[in-house]
């Protein structure tokens, strides 16, 4: 039924009409960004038809249904995407050649919605792609941001935040769905009335504000099964923008608070990344979304079922995070307060329905709210929350009798704060980490109390990637060869890309995979020096660490790395060395200094190296400004290594690493995360694995023992590079640009710890490691079959995989089959 809407001459003319609707112009006077919108409204037309019918198909079988509950959604660019799953790219591109357009420009003009940081809103994304493809009957829900992640500037080598207006000139996907507004109430107090007939207390919330909760509705195509699932998020508006009642009564001030509230709501996301920052619009946010969510979502169950007690059967809600715990208490309150349930029975259905998924140990994640904040802004949530609390300091006691420790460590609110991870542990009936080791570490370490009692709840769910986007979209040329070796099939079952592992020996499949990777880093080369004005020689090694700035992902690492191998040619200019360039890609939450100064690092080093003759080129470092899904999909293509280096323990899993391996970059990495998984399955002699084990590090964090000032001693390759943080080697002479860095390393004037994060510890073996990297990459003929053989390996890592996991064992969800 597709092929009737992409009849090429039916598509033109459907564009040239949206041109002339949309902007009273003829194609030949459209901007390229006019014909984008045009393109997009012809794809949306053709995709709507696809919606219809997969909601009547639901509406028919009734299937369970997830919601995924995530602030955050980093989608990308929908066009080329849903281009890609309608299996309509070719011919659309054809199209718009005809009328003379160029269908890589047009994708060009479609801001990215940025609406997340980084792993964990990709992760949601590529979920939705996956379940969608599946066949999944699942909705995605969201805050409609008006600004997403600031755009970065790089200013003299400092990033600078701009604000990223990407509805700008309107989004063509989006549609807005008033019709399933909500009302979501702030503040105020709890009113007790007592009801004879029922015996039961009623709790009314007075006093309050409140906000209209609006969906926009997103469409997420799956790959070519007519199954159009959505993406609903959630913009504020004032409840009425003009409540003459209020002003009559000389309430005008509430009616303008009110306004003010929605308007301030949506407004911008959170920059942070594996950082909770405790502000009261967050916790603002997190309930709006959830409560508009979580009404929906029962409105929609009751229209078809009767009984509430069966909505387990029919409905799981899934917690990206802590950030949508509000809806164990919010779901809850709609049982009790509104629909009269008792409490046991509320909470069977409440745990039966929510799970938890885990995504980092770091302890500066974690969601702790005050409260006096919580109950000012949340009356009667809050007071869910103390009930919730109590029955569940009963069950420790009951379990563990007599043990304040245990009541200490696991209590959902204690020391005047609402622990958000202890509340969803116990609202749910399961907890997932997202990769093998992390979800050990949950057990063994941070969650071990909650384990003990808990140990049915636990599942790891190793995370994955959606190889339409990342290989297919992202890398045509690798896509096309790896069909025409094992056919489309692994367009929807990665697995079958083991079968490209007969030709890891074969000549000319090597010759042929590596000469796909040199078109992508000419294509990534062409890039930079549009963007950055450097030039990069394709015929060196591309080494890349694209992810957000943190120190635990040990960017400073790389950098002081790459400080080190410039001392050394320096000091022996005839030493054989392969030329490489360093590229790095990574946005600093706008308030971590740590991060910013070391993006500052990062292009003052490149300043003095890239501009220095004496080394004939042989290190060239590049800083990618504004790293984000779009070009992402371009620099993974071209990498011939894949930097995968944080302190082991600290990344829950990573998905950077499975988007390197698919597009044969083998990893330089640390046993962390997924990368423990990426080893398992392509082999350790095709990776380079270095530092410290999970198990080292965290023995040194609980008894102490390590001493950073030892390798500074006793390395004079050490010493040097860390003395040019500090004597103006890459500062013009100032002593003082890096200072703070320096001393973050080595603590010679502070009384924080020192390297925190096990810099030192790991530097050696990390350049021994970088030296294999070397070696095996002179040798051709090895190189092309490590490469070859990391794509032929990730298999594994395809959220389709993911999900079937999640559906299999947590949501339960029944497959649904479009035009049967
Ligand atoms: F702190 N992750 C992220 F756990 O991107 F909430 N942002 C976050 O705020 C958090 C986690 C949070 C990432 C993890 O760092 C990464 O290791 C993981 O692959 C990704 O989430 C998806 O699970």
């Known amino acids: 039924m597709l092929d009737n809407h992409f009849k090429k001459e039916e598509f033109k003319k459907s564009v040239k009409e949206n041109v002339k609707m949309l902007y009273r112009k003829t194609i030949e006077e459209a901007t390229q960004e006019q014909v984008f919108q ?25 299937p369970k249904i997830v919601y995924y509950l995530s602030m955050e959604f980093l989608m990308g660019r929908a066009l080329g995407n849903n281009l890609i799953n309608l299996c309509a790219y070719d011919e659309v591109k054809e199209a718009l050649d005809e009328l003379g357009f160029d269908l890589n420009v047009i994708e060009d003009q479609e801001p990215d919605p940025a609406l997340g940081n980084g792993g964990l809103g990709r992760l949601a994304a590529c979920f939705l792609d996956s379940l969608t493809t599946l066949g999944y009957c699942a909705y995605g829900c969201g805050i409609r941001y008006h600004y997403g992640l600031f755009k970065q500037k790089i200013e003299d080598g400092y990033q600078v935040e701009v604000p990223d207006n990407w509805l700008k000139n309107g989004y063509p996907f989006e549609l807005r769905r008033p019709e399933y507004a909500k009302e979501v109430k702030f503040g105020g107090y709890v009113k007790v009335e007592y009801d004879p007939a029922t015996g039961r207390n009623h709790f009314i919330q007075e006093g309050y504000q409140s906000v209209l909760a609006v969906p926009y509705d997103m469409p997420i195509v799956g790959y070519n099964n007519n199954v159009v699932n959505t993406l609903r998020i959630w913009d504020a508006e004032a409840i009425n923008d003009f409540r003459l009642d209020l002003f009559d009564k000389g309430e005008y001030h509430k009616a303008v608070e009110q306004e003010n509230l929605a ?27 959830i409560s508009a969510s979580i009404q929906e979502a029962i409105e929609k169950f009751k229209k078809t079922h009767s009984d509430l007690h069966d909505l387990p059967k029919k409905v799981a809600f899934q917690l990206n995070d802590t950030h949508p715990t ?56 809050y007071q869910i929350i103390e009930e919730i609390n109590r029955r569940f300091l009963l069950e420790i006691q009951q379990k563990y009798p007599g043990n304040q420790e245990k009541i200490r460590k696991m209590a959902i609110i204690y020391d005047g704060q609402v622990k958000m991870a202890h509340l969803a542990i116990a609202g749910g009936h399961s907890v997932n980490g997202v990769a093998r080791l992390h979800t050990e570490i949950l057990k063994k370490q941070e969650l071990k109390d909650f384990y003990e009692m808990y140990p049915d709840k636990f599942n790891n769910k190793t995370n994955g990637i959606t190889q339409r986007r990342f290989l297919l979209h992202g890398n045509p040329l690798l896509a096309s060869w790896v069909t025409e070796h094992i056919g489309a099939g692994w367009i929807t079952d990665l697995s079958q890309l083991s079968k490209l592992k007969v030709y890891a020996d074969d000549k000319k499949a090597q010759q042929e995979f590596m000469n796909i990777k040199y078109q992508n880093k000419v294509r ?38 790459v400080m080190y191998l410039y001392n050394k040619i320096k000091e022996h200019p005839e030493m054989p060395f392969y030329p490489r360039t360093f590229i790095f890609g990574a946005k600093a939450a706008a308030g971590y200094r740590r991060a910013k100064q070391t993006i500052k690092l990062i292009n003052a080093v490149a300043d003095v190296i890239n501009n220095d003759k004496s080394i004939n080129g042989k290190i060239k470092v590049v800083f990618i400004e504004n790293y984000r899904v779009s070009n992402a999909e371009m620099i993974f293509a071209a990498a011939d290594v894949s930097e995968q280096i944080s302190t082991a323990s600290k990344e829950a899993s990573g998905t950077g690493n499975m988007k390197f391996m698919l597009n044969g970059a083998p990893t330089i990495g640390t046993m962390d995360g997924a990368n423990v998984e990426i080893v398992e399955e392509v082999g350790a002699e095709n990776a380079f694995i270095f530092g410290l084990s999970s198990d080292e590090v965290i023995n040194y964090e609980n008894n102490g023992g390590y001493d950073p000032m030892q390798y500074f001693n006793n390395d004079p ?34 009384s924080d710890k020192a390297d925190t994060y096990f810099i030192l510890a790991d530097f050696k073996s990390y350049a021994a490691a970088q030296e294999k990297v070397e070696e095996a990459y002179r040798d051709e003929e090895r190189w092309a079959k490590m490469a070859l053989l990391n794509t032929a390996c990730a298999g594994k890592f395809t959220s389709d995989r993911t999900i079937q996991q999640y559906v299999d064992e947590i949501w339960h969800l029944d497959k649904v089959v479009i035009g049967k």
């Open 38 to 62: 045009a393109v997009s409204l012809a794809v949306k037309d053709v995709i709507i038809d696809n919606w219809l019918l997969t909601q009547k198909q639901y509406e028919k079988d009734d």
């Open 263 to 289: 308007k301030n709501i949506v407004e911008v996301l959170y920059p942070n990344d594996n950082h909770y920052a405790g502000k009261e619009l967050r916790l603002k946010q997190q309930y709006f979304f």
């Open 326 to 381: 509000m809806t164990v208490a919010e779901l809850m309150r709609i049982l009790v307060d509104e629909e009269n349930l008792e409490w046991e029975d509320a909470w069977n259905i409440t745990t039966q329905t929510c799970a938890y998924t885990n995504h980092t140990i770091m302890s500066e994640a974690l969601e702790k709210w005050p409260i006096e904040l919580f109950s000012r802004l949340l009356p009667r949530i």
């Open 524 to 561: 990534l080369a062409k890039y930079i020096l549009e963007h950055n004005g450097i030039e990069v020689n394709p015929n060196s090694i591309f080494d890349v660490q694209v992810k957000r700035l943190h120190e635990y992902k040990r960017q400073l690492m790389n950098i002081l790395h």
């Open 717 to 750: 390759d050490i010493r040097n590079v860390l003395m040019q943080l500090i004597n103006g080697t890459y500062s013009n002479g100032d002593f003082n640009m890096f200072r703070e860095i320096y001393d973050s390393l080595l603590n010679t004037n502070s």
